[in-house]
């Protein structure tokens, strides 16, 4: 079992900047993938970003390519979201998730509770 807890979220300007941070429980956390999700008011839960165990691998939507980056720090048991030049359209809650398997295909097993991101504009 994993056990994820987001934490970072907030209301920021277009343009501005924050950082999200997802713990994770467990003593094998460098053997999971870390995704980011988000879901928009009225709309589905969308992928955002991934990176592999190890962290060589990652993986962007095209929509936050160059403006976003996901990191780990196994040492911390920690995945974080850096999210610069945000715009409105960024504003949903963002969770964090973990599975084994790198691959569009493999499912996540676990989610955290998600944290709210809201940019004004």
């Known amino acids: 079992q994993v056990q994820l807890v987001e934490s970072g979220g907030g209301l920021v300007q277009a343009g501005g900047t924050l950082r999200l941070s997802c713990a994770a429980s467990?003593?094998?956390?460098?053997?999971?993938?870390m995704g980011w999700f988000h879901q928009a008011p009225g709309k589905e839960r969308e992928f955002v970003a991934a990176?592999?165990?190890?962290?060589?691998?990652?993986h962007y939507i095209d929509s936050v390519k160059g403006r976003f980056t996901i990191s780990r720090v196994s040492g911390k048991n920690s995945v974080y979201l850096q999210m610069n030049s945000l715009k409105p359209e960024d504003t949903a809650v963002y969770f964090c998730?973990?599975?084994?398997?790198?691959?569009?295909?493999?499912?996540?097993?676990?989610w955290g509770q998600g944290t709210q991101v809201t940019v004004s504009s």
């Open positions: 990176i592999s165990g190890s962290g060589v691998l990652k």
């Open positions: 998730a973990a599975k084994t398997t790198w691959g569009r295909s493999a499912p996540y097993d676990y």
């Open positions: 467990g003593r094998t956390f460098s053997t999971y993938v």
